[in-house]
Structure formats: structure tokens, C-alpha cells
Nanobody, 123 residues
Framework: QVQLVESGGGLVQAGGSLRLSCAAS????????IAWFRQAPGKEREFLAA????????YYAASVKGRFIISRDNVNNTVYLQMNSMKPEDTAVYYC????????????????WGQGTQVTVSS
């Protein structure tokens, strides 16, 4: 069983950068696939980035490729999302997710979710 807690959200100016963190419990977390999603009011949950269990494969949505970077620190059981060149369209609640299998970009396949952290990008 894994518990996830996001942090690092807040207000940032367009063009700026922000790094989100997701602290995970469980000694087996390092073997889990991880991902980041976001959801704005009135919109569907959107896939952003994922990393396979082995860490050898990463996937990015076209909207964030080249701007966002997913990474993990297995020593500290923490997942990160580095966000650069941020746009007002990036305003949303951001969620981290994890699963013991490699499930890719489909949110319905992730077993564990954090509670989310609000990111607001001003113009």
C-alpha cells in the first residue's frame, strides 16, 4: 500500500518555473510506475508525464513536452515534476499517481493518487 502527498504548488508568473514534489510511503515505492496528471475546473483530467517502473522509459503529453520533466528520487521516496516556461493554460490542480505495474498514460489504471496541489499561472 502506498500513500502520496503532493506539495510545491502555488502562484507563478507566466514564463516562470515551479517544481512539484510528491512524497510517497512504502519501501517498495521505488519499483512502482509514476505519473503526473492535472485537472482544471470543468475539464477532464489530463495526462502530463509518466515514468516506467524501471525508470528506463518516460512519456510526455505534447502540451508539456520540452517544458516539463518528470523525475524520481528513490532514496527519499519522492517524485518530482519540474515545470518550466509556464503558461496561464497550465493553471490546474496537479496530481501524482503510482501503480505497481507499467500502465502508461491512462489515469484509470493507476491505483494510488495524491490529493493534489493547486498551481496558478498569472499573466
Amino acid at each position: 500500500q502506498v500513500q502520496l502527498v503532493e506539495s510545491g504548488g502555488g502562484l507563478v508568473q507566466a514564463g516562470g518555473s515551479l517544481r512539484l514534489s510528491c512524497a510517497a510511503s512504502g519501501r517498495t515505492f521505488s519499483t512502482y510506475a509514476i505519473a503526473w496528471f492535472r485537472q482544471a475546473p470543468g475539464k477532464e483530467r489530463e495526462f502530463l508525464a509518466a515514468m516506467s517502473r524501471s525508470g528506463t522509459s518516460t512519456y510526455y503529453a505534447a502540451s508539456v513536452k520540452g517544458r516539463f520533466i518528470i523525475s524520481r528520487d528513490n532514496v527519499n521516496n519522492t517524485v518530482y515534476l519540474q515545470m518550466n516556461s509556464m503558461k496561464p493554460e497550465d493553471t490546474a490542480v496537479y496530481y501524482c499517481a503510482a501503480d505497481p505495474s507499467d500502465v502508461g498514460r491512462h489515469d484509470t489504471r493507476y491505483a494510488y493518487w495524491g490529493q493534489g496541489t493547486q498551481v496558478t499561472v498569472s499573466s
